[in-house]
């Protein structure tokens, strides 16, 4: 009788301990999404006040200027704002999509070829895992102004494409989704080492780029300094250098505030239809995996 009541007591300390736990967490968790997400409803709400409103007694109350905001925003400088929205999506399209190829490529090759030296380059990708971006802006600058590449597209894509995190990423898909013993059939049945990339290795690498894809276009879409550095003309600009260039003439022109904030909540919508829209990969992947195992 004792040892049952010891039992019953030890499972109700176990019992708190998991909700205390549980609670914790939950109010951790909550903390952070308001930390996160408080800045993003200023923004709404901003973007809704008229500049009379925006620099008097401001609340989260919506106003009723986004129309005008959207207007105005749209007639600066004969809808320039609208061709850096577009120049963005072009560096971040292109850029994720070539530096997802490119390190899908490589992770596929690290991880299932033994060659020479394999191990010395991957240790070099983890140690530019760990070098800032903006400590090679600079760099990268004075080697495209020697080929003249400066103020060009190409000035803000070249420098997107190689990126040594996803490079590690798509080594480490790789080597846990494509099975070697399926790359072994592959080579047994004929297929060449290229079609059995694109057939095999692929297809089954598909989640872990996307993922790859995705932090490299936020990354490209969020990049300033290196676009800043690169290009001199307002019609090359991405949209976090243009609203930069915005927000230094609102201290002359404060109705320009207004713009640049409306322009900052119109520039991440993409980025959040993006997740919404590239999710379901990685929830496929998910169930996938349960199901196998």
């Known amino acids: 009788m004792t040892t049952v009541l010891h039992d019953q007591d030890l499972a109700t300390v176990r019992a708190g301990a998991r909700k205390r736990t ?4 939950s109010s951790i968790l909550i903390l952070g999404a308001v930390y996160c997400l408080l800045p ?3 923004v709404v709400a901003a973007s809704t006040k008229n500049g009379s409103d925006l620099f008097t007694t401001f609340t989260f109350a ?3 200027g986004f129309l005008e905001n959207l207007s ?3 007639s600066t400088g004969d809808g320039i704002y609208w061709t850096w929205l577009f120049n963005t999506a072009i560096y971040a399209g292109v850029g994720g999509v070539l530096s997802a190829l490119v390190s899908g490529i490589s992770g596929y090759t690290l991880a299932k070829y033994r060659f020479a030296g394999r191990n010395a380059i991957f240790n070099v990708l983890l140690a530019g895992v760990l070098v800032p971006g903006i400590t090679l802006a600079v760099p990268q600058y004075l080697l495209l102004a020697k080929v003249g590449l400066t103020d060009t597209y190409w000035a803000v894509l070249l420098p997107q494409i190689i990126s040594p995190y996803g490079i590690y990423l798509a080594r480490i898909y790789a ?3 494509v099975p070697d013993t399926v790359v072994e059939a592959a080579r047994t049945d004929g297929a060449g080492e290229f079609r059995i990339f694109a057939r095999v290795g692929l297809p089954m690498m598909v989640p872990g780029l996307v993922t790859v894809f995705l932090f490299q276009f ?5 990049n300033f300094l ?4 690169m290009l001199s003309s307002d019609d090359k600009f991405p949209v976090t250098v243009g609203l930069f260039t915005l927000l230094n003439q609102g201290a002359t022109v404060p109705a320009l505030y207004s713009h640049v904030i409306i322009g900052s909540l119109l520039s991440i919508i993409p980025l959040i239809a993006l997740f919404l829209t590239l999710q379901r990969y990685w929830r ?8 196998k195992g």
Do not use: E, K, Y
């Open 175 to 177: 080597a846990a989704a």
């Open 22 to 25: 549980s609670w914790l967490g």
């Open 40 to 42: 993003i409803a200023w």
């Open 72 to 74: 105005d925003l749209s």
């Open 218 to 222: 936020v990354a490209i879409w969020n």
């Open 62 to 64: 919506p106003g009723t």
């Open 284 to 291: 496929t992947d998910l169930i996938s995996g349960a199901v």
């Open 226 to 229: 290196l676009p800043f550095i």
